[in-house]
Nanobody, 129 residues
Framework: QVRLEESGGGLVQAGGSLRLSCGASGGAFSSYTMGWFRQAPGKEHEFVAIITWAGGSTHYADSVKGRFTISRDNARNTVYLQMNSLKPEDTAVYYC??????????????????????WGQGTQVTVSS
């Protein structure tokens, strides 16, 4: 079973940047679509971004489009989330999620990721105003 470990969270001022990393082990990383979700205090998990197994396609939530960039390095079994122009409303615990089925198209994976994907433990991002 795949294991995911996020890092790179922290405290940043509004307008600043952070880069989150998620290292994977225990699975064939390069065969699986990967995503980032977040959960703010008192709210449900929210989709942030997703990238296909080969990195050829990405998709973003409207709230982060143009500010966040998801990427992956299959040689390092790592997926990244570059976050620029951060806002206080981006404050949340950010989770890396792996698809549970190999080589799925991006929309099929997105529909299933939250419920059946493999989740990391999360990393806290706090944006001060």
């Amino acid at each position: 079973q795949v294991r995911l470990e996020e890092s790179g969270g922290g405290l940043v001022q509004a307008g600043g940047s952070l880069r989150l990393s998620c290292g994977a082990s225990g699975g064939a990383f390069s065969s699986y679509t990967m995503g980032w979700f977040r959960q703010a205090p008192g709210k449900e998990h929210e989709f942030v971004a997703i990238i296909t197994w080969a990195g050829g396609s990405t998709h973003y939530a409207d709230s982060v489009k143009g500010r966040f960039t998801i990427s992956r390095d299959n040689a390092r079994n790592t997926v990244y989330l570059q976050m620029n122009s951060l806002k206080p409303e981006d404050t949340a615990v950010y989770y890396c999620v792996s698809d549970s089925q190999a080589r799925r198209a991006i929309l099929a994976a997105l529909a299933d990721l939250a419920k059946h994907g493999y989740w990391g433990q999360g990393t806290q991002v706090t944006v001060s105003s």
